[in-house]
DNA sequence: GTCTATCGATACGAGTACGTTTCGTTGGGG
DNA sequence: CCCCAACGAAACGTACTCGTATCGATAGAC
């Protein structure tokens, strides 16, 4: 067995680790204007040489790093569909309230605009952290919760993006009752009649 | 009457407004790395001079240039609710379907993050674009056709959220009933029984 | 028609990022 | 224990931006 093609992972891969963990606080704090290989390489205590050696482009880096990054939260089914909604929908919008995650959100959102292998990435990521809401609606309308023709992808939709709209574009508190609030009003509509 | 203060403006406001418009040209194109005083004085055909003249900072120049360029949806009240507010979407929609608009609003969410002045200035375009919405929800609550307690602002953001969403975060389509279908759901939740 | 404020153009030195190359060092597999 | 692959550091020339300064050219007020 070619150990050899492990060796080089083995100090190969501290010195990747550190460039990825580099990369995603060097964009939350400096944003993408600040999002440079000389700044990447700096802050990982790292040479540019061993950068360029990993990533043939930034974007590839950052695609890396945000892919390294990312944990989906923990699904739960309880069978109580409100409660796990509103569990979910908190543990997301505490980690919209805290540093780094928005300021990482921002700047990969406009990054996603203008190169399209960003683009995809943030999509597939935003579907990974969708796929406990969507699995969440799929089972209740398996027991019959909800009505028979609610579209699961447009009910997800109406529950994330309230989160990422206040925080991101309104720039607005978000009370500690605003997860209940929403799985509220949105549940009032695709509740199957009991 | 003082006709030179006037005078300042003639060709000043002349050269003023081709710079903001070549801002925001550069700021869709480029996004905020490329956002440089050099690449829109280059832009707008003006000097680097003629720019640094007008605006002290690169954020200054770019609060001005949103503020010029923003442009409230007219707002109509049918007293039709439901027709109203789909027509407000489906408007909204449009312009996030086209560019330049989304990555006007990607590069500008991302700024927002990391200059204050520039998060108040988002929070306050955001709070323009709003008012249409909220005008034609209190109007309806005060013609009795909502629950009471109904949270007009947190409806809102349940309207208008999912379009942005869907276009800058999740990167999927928004088929052309969408703004209908959002609206039914919403409305659903928060109209007074009849 | 003249006068003057503002214009566009251009040059400047300092600073930084680019992408590559070289070189001496070091850690871990065989 | 040795060897070598991958490392960090540093230098390279090019290119760009910065913010300021200086220059005629020109538009518009009087």
Redesign the pocket.
């Known amino acids: 067995m070619?150990?050899?093609a492990?060796?080089?992972l083995?100090?190969?891969e501290?010195?990747?680790r550190?460039v990825l963990r580099a990369a995603l606080e060097v964009l939350a704090d400096e944003g993408m204007p600040?999002f440079?290989?000389?700044?990447v390489a700096r802050r990982?205590?790292?040479?540019?040489?061993?950068v360029?050696?990993?990533w043939p482009?930034?974007s590839a880096l950052l695609v890396d790093a945000m892919d390294a990054e990312f944990r989906p939260f923990p699904d739960v089914d309880t069978g109580d569909l409100r409660a796990d909604l509103v569990g979910l929908l908190t543990a997301f919008a505490s980690a919209l309230a805290g540093s780094p995650f928005p300021k990482l959100m921002a700047a990969f959102t406009d990054a996603a605009e203008r190169d399209p292998a960003l683009g995809e990435m943030h999509a597939e990521l935003t579907r990974r952290r969708r796929e406990p809401l969507v699995r969440l609606l799929d089972a209740a309308r398996g027991r019959g919760e909800l009505v028979g023709d609610v579209d699961v992808e447009l009910v997800v939709d109406l529950l994330a993006a309230p989160f990422f709209y206040r925080r991101l574009v309104a720039h607005r508190a978000m009370p500690a009752d605003m997860p209940g609030a929403v799985v509220d009003h949105v549940l009032a509509g695709v509740r199957a009649p009991s």
Chains 1, 2 share one sequence.
Not at 36 to 39: G, K
Not at 44 to 50: M, N
């Open positions: 070619t150990e050899t492990r060796t080089a083995g100090r190969g501290h010195a990747r550190r600040g440079t290989i000389e700044s990982a205590g790292a040479s540019k040489a061993t360029y050696r990993h482009s930034p």
